[in-house]
C-alpha cells in the first residue's frame, strides 16, 4: 500500500512541475513581440532598418537599436522585414539605403544624400521627424508597418 502512495505522490509533483514549466513558457511568450512590415525603395543598393527606443532615437544611438538589412525589390516593389523578440514599450523605425555600400547614412550640406524613411513615413520640410512622430507602441505583434524610402 506504502508503495502506491509513493507512486501517486511522484506522480502529481511530476504534473505540477510540468505545468509549472508550460506556464512560465506562455509568460515568457507574452513579454516578447514581433515588429514586421514592408519597406519599398527605388534606387540601389541594401536597406538598413533600425529599431528605436525614444533615448536611442534622441541620443541618436543606432549602435545599441535592434538593426536588419535587407535587399531592395525589383523596381520599388516592396519587401518584407521582422524584428523578432522585441520588448513591449514605445518604438520607431529609421532606415536608410545604402547606395555606395559603406555602412552609414551619408550626408551633405542640407541633410542626408542618400534616401532615408521613418516610420508613418514623416517627413518634415527642412528638419528632422521628431520621436513623437514616428513612434508606435508595441504592446503585441505588429505585422502591417508600410515604410517607403525616398
Not at 515588429?35 to 540601389?44: N, R, T
Not at 555600400?101 to 532615408?116: A, H, I, Q, R, V
Request: glycine fraction near 8%; hydrophobic fraction near 40%; proline fraction near 5%.
Amino acid at each position: 500500500m506504502r508503495f502506491f502512495k509513493r507512486k501517486q505522490v511522484r506522480l502529481v509533483m511530476f504534473s505540477g512541475l510540468l505545468l509549472l514549466t508550460f506556464s512560465i513558457g506562455k509568460i515568457n511568450a507574452a513579454l516578447v513581440h514581433s515588429v514586421s512590415g514592408e519597406v519599398s525603395a527605388k534606387g540601389q543598393g541594401r536597406i538598413h532598418l533600425f529599431l528605436l527606443t525614444c533615448e536611442q532615437f534622441k541620443a541618436d544611438d543606432e549602435s545599441a537599436a535592434l538593426h536588419l538589412v535587407v535587399d531592395p525589390g525589383s523596381s520599388g516593389q516592396a519587401v518584407p522585414f521582422h524584428f523578432a523578440q522585441v520588448a513591449p514599450g514605445e518604438y520607431g523605425i529609421r532606415c536608410y539605403q545604402d547606395e555606395n555600400n559603406n555602412g552609414k547614412l551619408d550626408f551633405g550640406t542640407f541633410g542626408p544624400k542618400e534616401p532615408w524613411g521613418m516610420s508613418h513615413n514623416k517627413r518634415p520640410f527642412m528638419r528632422s521627424p521628431r520621436f513623437e512622430e514616428i513612434c508606435f507602441q508595441v504592446d503585441a505583434d505588429i505585422d502591417k508597418l508600410m515604410i517607403k524610402v525616398k
